[in-house]
């Protein structure tokens, strides 16, 4: 098998598995589809395996193709490493930086970031801090916390908080492999009203949700509430029921191997924004700029 695998090749891949549409990916890489579909199966055929199971509703991963992502992305981590090794900007840059951050950003988001945020800058000392997002914006204001990251969309304090968006991660419909509504061109929330709705409830989701529902004038079937991903995961894919989550949380595969399946609503829902946060009537210290710039990189 050849191993001649260009970086702008998976690339391509990495912005098709991230979006699940070739459109998406070729808009958000600026290149023409048919360069995003030609490299992604040039990739496939050098690899000897479907990375992709291609649907009238787009395109997911494979098992295969979860465990080439993951490979690949270590991959990328291994050269930001490198690059990072030869830098030598701000060798002496120390203080301390007292970061707070939310649930789904501690998991889902943080360890690479603030893996190469020390590696830039080891005289920095982090002082790290998971929690919700009233006492994240009360530590801000208070000065317990320097800088925070999490979900912008759910801010609430915005006369005396500065915020940066990061990210969006967009929200989709979460059903197991052999659900019925896979086989319907367009879905409502109307249409999965009636079906048994997991209900995630860890960073305010279960709030975020209703927000969208309601002006629907219509309320999920709340079947479970829960603050564990995985107990979601399980349920969607044990065909338990139902959800609506960010493609930031989503994983094809439960912990007990079964798929799960992500479709686009045809209603308008918001995405998931996630970000940086700080007091106004307050300078950032030299480290906490640090991190601002390194993670405006990063989500680049």
């Known amino acids: 098998m050849s191993r001649d695998l260009s970086l702008r090749k998976l690339r391509y891949f990495m912005a098709v598995a991230k979006s699940g549409r070739v459109t998406q990916a070729a808009i958000d890489l600026n290149v023409s ?74 998991g889902y988001y943080m360890p690479p970031l603030l893996a190469q945020f020390q590696r830039r800058y080891p005289w920095v000392k982090v002082e790290l801090h998971e929690v919700s997002r009233p006492e994240i914006e009360e530590g801000l204001i208070s000065g317990e916390y320097d800088l925070a990251i999490l979900l912008t969309s759910n801010i609430e304090h915005h006369q005396w908080l500065e915020k940066l968006t990061l990210t969006q991660s967009r929200r989709r419909l979460w059903v197991n492999g052999q659900h019925e509504l896979l086989k319907r061109d367009h879905i409502t929330l ?18 975020s949700a209703l927000k969208y529902w309601k002006p629907e004038g219509i309320t999920p079937n ?14 969607v894919a044990n065909g338990t029921g139902v959800t609506i989550l960010s ?54």
């Open 247 to 300: 493609d930031m949380v989503y994983r094809p595969w439960s912990l007990d191997g079964k798929r799960i399946e992500h479709i686009e609503l045809n209603n308008p829902i918001p995405a998931m924004e996630l970000g940086l946060s700080w007091p106004r009537n307050r300078p950032l210290s030299s480290a906490a700029k640090a991190f601002c710039e390194l993670a405006q990189g990063f989500s680049a």
């Open 33 to 106: 589809q048919s360069s995003i579909t030609t490299g992604v199966k040039e990739i496939e055929e050098q690899v000897g395996v479907a990375l992709f199971r291609r649907t009238s509703r787009g395109m997911t991963l494979t098992r295969e193709g979860s465990r080439f992502l993951q490979r690949v992305n270590y991959a990328f981590q291994a050269l930001d490493d490198a690059f990072d090794s030869l830098q030598d900007s701000h060798p002496t840059l120390k203080g301390t930086l007292r970061l707070a951050m939310t649930y789904t950003v501690a």
């Open 222 to 235: 709340i079947l479970f509430r829960t603050s564990s991903v995985e107990a979601v995961r399980s349920m």
């Open 190 to 207: 109307q249409d999965i009203a009636h079906y048994p709705y997991i209900m995630l409830t860890v960073d305010e989701a279960d709030q």
